[in-house]
């Protein structure tokens, strides 16, 4: 659609400048190919910003992953904060996203548009934020790779993983949250709460 766009700007650019340098009214042919043109801009509009709003709301949840914090201390109790720290986020992070499938898809999605999102005009204001997700999700993949390293590394040296029975798949986010309902509702019926 902007290659045709793109065309019929040419057009309608030349013809204006014709227009211009004789002073008159486009014929009802010119009026329709600049007509055409409008009708084809804001069909392009719709359709950009029907996608953004889409991409905008299935990347939400990861506008706010923060990257991966990182130390060249030497010190067991600042290594200690970065890789808890580290953890944390990244449980935060799978928290928020639940069972959002497909978000490497959407990624990539994003990825491929967003060129086209800025040369077609879209809002910055929205593109920025599509930009802040892409680099949510960049900073998922990290935060992943960091805490399986360090998991790796720890169980080298004899430690317990930082991972270890914490569920990572949606299937077992969804048999730990049935048993937690489970556990919760064993103990209201024994009478706890």
């Not at 990182?70 to 580290?86: C, E, G, K, R």
């Not at 497909?102 to 077609?120: F, M, N, P, T, V």
Request: glycine share 4%; charged share 30%; hydrophobic share 30%.
């Amino acid at each position: 659609m902007n290659r045709e766009i793109a065309q019929l700007s040419k057009q309608c650019h030349a013809t204006r400048m014709r227009l211009f340098e004789e002073d008159s009214e486009p014929t009802t042919q010119e009026q329709r190919l600049f007509d055409t043109r409008a009708a084809l801009i804001a069909q392009r509009n719709q359709v950009r910003d029907s996608q953004l709003n889409t991409l905008l709301h299935t990347l939400a949840p990861l506008e706010q992953v923060p990257a991966p914090r990182t130390t060249t201390s030497w010190l067991a109790n600042v290594q200690s904060d970065v890789i808890q720290s580290n953890r944390r986020a990244l449980l935060k992070a799978r928290q928020q996203l639940g069972d959002t499938p497909d978000i490497a898809k959407h990624y990539a999605r994003a990825r491929r548009r967003l060129a086209s999102l800025q040369e077609s005009g879209a809002d910055p204001g929205q593109v920025k934020r599509l930009e802040r997700m892409m680099k949510g999700y960049e900073n998922l993949l990290e935060l992943e790779d960091i805490v399986k390293r360090t998991d790796d590394q720890l169980e080298r040296m004899g430690g317990p993983r930082l991972m270890d029975s914490i569920p990572t798949t949606p299937q077992e986010r969804r048999q730990r949250h049935r048993d937690e309902v489970d556990a919760h509702q064993e103990a209201i019926d024994n009478g706890y709460f």
